[in-house]
């Protein structure tokens, strides 16, 4: 047992099982003698490995046999320029504007063609996710894209939006794995795993096989072309191979445990024992509607930029690590991503509450 809690957005704490048997193979990975950092990406050792992990993949998430699963590089940064290149074959796209990482992709794509805002929930500083009933949908627009759990602001969508039709493109990277999904209903997902699945590095993109083809911008590099990868088997490169280790690793971990639909079980129960303190709370408040709050990433505030600084201080002394708020909007912010055990989330509130009855008694006095 590890004696923090880890609430960083990324890279996050991962499941303890995990990182204890990847230890015990780090020197000799099935009597190599090797590392799995050490093996080549091209021997039957390493093919057993990324199989292994499409595959149950494939299994825990139910994909459907026409989506690719790829293993890809650059973080979903890049992806925010693979995706106009590869699907913005009329140079338009819809976007709907959630938080810092969707307002990225809506700006890397406006480079490569016309980009429309279906909604947005900028004008309360993203603080609620707008209603996507009835999108403003451009006519020839050739996909509508969207960031299901946004990491800074702590809001999540809890309904597909309507695409009237349309392809949607999902960015899961902070609620990858946390719940079921219906794959069928998407375009394409994808998301960096370093929240959720392992450590920073990999994305995996699910795709429907018929959207990737040769057709794409003509500029398109070749290794930024989703058919390149496809063909390969996401062996076109040298893959970040000890990453999929890792992520077949947790995986098999999420398995154990019953599968997503225990995963978001066991999610919304620690999320509900940090948002019924908040809710109670006389000092911290939560920063989000309540019909849009995300279940991995709870942002907060007192109120007071001394006292979230003066929080944020104590919190880390007791062993609460990575609490204190994105740059770009401040407060605190605690990620409860699968691995985060439910004793984290109550050492957090019996610290908050502390935290809270020492402060309103210096008032008091």
């Given at each position: ?5 880890n609430f960083?957005a ?21 009597g190599s003698g090797?590392s ?9 050792l390493f093919?057993?490995?990324i199989?292994?992990?499409?595959h149950?993949?494939?299994?825990l998430?139910?994909?459907p046999d026409?989506?690719?699963v790829?293993?890809?590089?650059g973080?979903?940064?890049l992806?925010?320029?693979m995706?106009?290149?590869?699907f913005?074959?009329?140079q ?16 890397e ?5 016309k ?8 004008d ?8 996507c009933?009835?999108l403003d949908?451009?006519?020839?627009s050739?996909?509508?894209y ?5 990491t800074?602001y702590g ?21 990858f794995?946390?719940?079921p999904?219906?794959?069928s ?5 994808f ?5 959720n699945?392992?450590?920073?590095g990999?994305v ?5 096989k018929?959207?990737?083809?040769d057709?794409?911008?003509p500029?398109?590099?070749?290794m930024?072309r989703?058919k ?14 000890y990453?999929?280790y890792?992520v077949?690793k947790?995986?098999?971990w ?5 599968g ?10 620690k ?8 809710d109670?709370?006389k000092?911290?408040y939560?920063t989000?509607?309540?019909d ?5 990433n709870?942002?907060?505030?007192t109120g ?24 770009a ?9 699968n691995a ?7 050492s957090?509130?019996?610290f908050?509450?502390?935290f809270?009855k020492s402060?309103i ?5």
């Amino acid at each position: 047992m590890r004696h923090i809690y880890n609430f960083s957005a990324g890279p996050s704490v991962l499941p303890e099982p995990v990182l204890q048997e990847a230890a015990d193979e780090m020197m000799n990975y099935k009597g190599s003698g090797m590392s799995v950092m050490e093996i080549s990406h091209r021997s039957a050792l390493f093919q057993s490995i990324i199989d292994g992990a499409e595959h149950d993949l494939r299994t825990l998430m139910n994909i459907p046999d026409d989506y690719e699963v790829l293993f890809l590089q650059g973080g979903t940064s890049l992806q925010f320029a693979m995706i106009p290149m590869n699907f913005m074959r009329s140079q338009k796209a819809d976007y709907i504007l959630t938080g810092h990482w969707a307002k990225k992709a809506s700006e890397e794509a406006s480079i490569y063609g016309k980009v429309h805002v279906a909604a947005s929930s900028e004008d309360e500083n993203f603080s609620y996710i707008p209603d996507c009933d009835n999108l403003d949908i451009l006519p020839d627009s050739d996909y509508v894209y969207m960031c299901e759990n946004n990491t800074i602001y702590g809001t999540k969508f809890h309904k597909r939006p309507n695409t009237k039709g349309k392809i949607l493109i999902d960015d899961i990277s902070s609620s990858f794995l946390s719940e079921p999904m219906d794959v069928s209903k998407y375009g394409m997902l994808f998301g960096g795993i370093q929240k959720n699945l392992g450590p920073a590095g990999l994305v995996i993109a699910i795709i429907r096989k018929d959207l990737i083809s040769d057709t794409v911008l003509p500029w398109t590099p070749t290794m930024l072309r989703y058919k390149t990868h496809a063909d390969k088997k996401s062996l076109y490169n040298t893959p970040p191979t000890y990453n999929i280790y890792i992520v077949g690793k947790v995986i098999k971990w999420i398995q154990a445990l019953g599968g997503l639909e225990k995963m978001k079980e066991i999610n919304e129960k620690k999320a509900a024992v940090l948002y019924d303190f908040l809710d109670r709370s006389k000092l911290f408040y939560g920063t989000v509607r309540k019909d849009s709050r995300s279940l991995m990433n709870v942002t907060f505030r007192t109120g007071s930029e001394e006292m979230d600084a003066a929080f944020i201080k104590a919190a880390e002394q007791h062993g609460m690590i990575s609490i204190k708020g994105h740059r770009a909007v401040g407060g605190m912010r605690a990620s409860i991503y699968n691995a985060m055990p439910m004793e984290g989330v109550l050492s957090l509130v019996d610290f908050m509450t502390a935290f809270e009855k020492s402060k309103i008694s210096d008032c008091i006095l």
